[in-house]
């Protein structure tokens, strides 16, 4: 496939200021795709945008990445129906850093070059900002996109000048990576799609130069409707102390047959042959959920590596009930200790003590309501007894969950 056509293949083009995409095939671009720090990790939306720079620096593009340390010190007003509260230095630096290390541990094997848009944002005047950027913007385009428009209005709450300058910010970094390193495209998210703009109309006033972007569009989950990768506990993180291996693992083992596809093409580098080969054999026996299984791999290998991806799978076998607890590896069993609530027991110990010791219960008087109502499972089996039993233990170890969802699912061990 050329550039244009595994983008498009793979579902990648939202919105672009290029008439005829197969201009992408013309030559080899120089580009750059911003990544926000407002958080201490990124999350799978930004791991969509990373396989995009993927696939243009396979056909030989070359690639500047940019981590917003000065404009996450603003906040993007984007797609928020109020101000973000604004974090201090500190914070936004830690943040990028962080951003940093997860982008080079994604991209590796990739040659990029990683610019932050502190470096020549910081020792900014007011007044050269005023004169070398905010001449060349006009007001009424600016008031009338979406996200201001909205803020603006009659039922919204308003807009800072801090806020409202973000797109200025966005558009100045566009003009400097032109100028400095001749970067002629900008990637994006279908949500940046304004601030994009700014960025080729500040060039096209001030340079009189033509650049272009394309946004990507966000990735959403087919099934509910709601953007992908959002969960009732918020955001599936890239970084293992805030999602961990298995929990990630699991969350793409649990995607719908609806989306799955898509997410192959998007979230894996496995090419058209291989994602129909997948699919095919999928669809014999969708219940064995073999698409489900190798985006799974496929996904936390490239996020959290071939060890941790192989101790998650290991790990999801056994509270799954597919492999035995008894026969797991010491390695195994390792890596469910820093994965999973544990606790240490004798053999007739109390049911109720170790919900709560082990927090699948908040109280002994929840602990009893679970039992009551059979919501605890010992080795997938549901149990209302008191006191555990030398026979639930097997190689001394036994699983205990509560309710149906293998995420309060505790590891319990025999007190040697």
């Known amino acids: 496939m050329t550039l244009s056509e595994e983008l498009q293949w793979r579902g990648m083009i939202n919105q672009t200021t290029l008439g005829d995409i197969t201009k992408l095939d013309q030559k080899n671009w120089t580009f750059y795709h911003g990544f926000d720090c407002s958080a201490d990790s990124q999350a799978i939306g930004n791991l969509a945008a990373m396989m995009m720079d993927k696939v243009f620096m396979r056909h030989g593009c070359t690639a500047y990445i940019l981590a917003g340390g000065a404009t996450s010190l603003i906040g993007d007003p984007g797609g928020k129906d109020s101000e973000r509260p604004l974090q201090d230095e500190a914070t936004i630096a830690h943040n990028a850093a962080q951003a940093e290390i ?12 990683l610019v932050n848009n502190l470096d020549w944002t910081k020792n900014l005047t007011v007044i050269a900002f005023l ?3 905010g001449k060349y913007f ?3 385009p600016l008031v009338q996109r979406d996200y201001v428009a909205k803020r603006l209005g009659a039922e919204g709450s308003g807009i800072s000048y801090t806020e409202f300058s973000y797109t200025l910010l966005q558009g100045m970094d566009y003009l400097h990576l032109f ?7 900008q990637l994006g998210g279908a949500d940046q799609w304004g601030n994009c703009l700014s960025g080729v109309e500040l060039i096209r006033r001030s340079r009189d130069k033509e650049v272009h972007v394309i946004t990507q569009p966000l990735v959403m989950n087919r099934a509910t409707g709601k953007k992908f990768g959002k969960s009732e506990e918020g955001a599936v993180w890239l970084d293992a102390k805030k999602t961990s291996p298995t929990q990630f693992y699991q969350f793409w083992i649990n995607v719908d047959d609806e989306g799955v596809e898509d997410y192959l093409k998007v979230y894996t580098e496995l090419d058209k042959e291989s994602v129909d080969k997948v699919m095919a054999r999928h669809r014999t026996h969708p219940e064995k959920r073999h698409a489900q299984t190798v985006l799974a791999e496929r996904v936390t290998r490239i996020v959290h590596g071939e060890r941790e991806m192989t101790a998650a ?8 009930g597919a492999v035995s607890v008894a026969e797991a590896s ?15 027991v004798d053999t007739s110990a109390s049911v109720v003590a170790i919900l709560v010791e082990s927090g699948l219960a908040g109280s002994n008087s929840e602990a009893r309501q679970l039992l009551a109502n059979k919501a605890v499972y010992i080795n997938g089996t549901p149990v209302t007894k008191l006191h555990l039993e030398s026979t639930d233990f097997q190689n001394s170890r036994l699983l205990l969950r509560k309710g149906k969802v293998l995420k309060n699912t505790a590891l319990i061990e025999l007190r040697k």
């Not at 100028?179 to 495209?185: E, R, S």
């Not at 799978?313 to 799954?320: E, L, R």
């Open 313 to 320: 799978q290991q790990v999801t076998q056994i509270i799954t």
């Open 131 to 133: 004169r070398d950027i």
């Open 179 to 185: 100028d400095t390193y001749g970067v002629t495209l």
């Open 138 to 140: 006009s007001m009424t």
């Open 102 to 113: 997860q982008l080079k541990r994604i991209l590796q094997g990739y040659n990029f070059t």
């Open 330 to 344: 010491e390695a195994t069993i390792i890596a469910m200790r820093r994965e999973l609530p544990t606790a240490k």
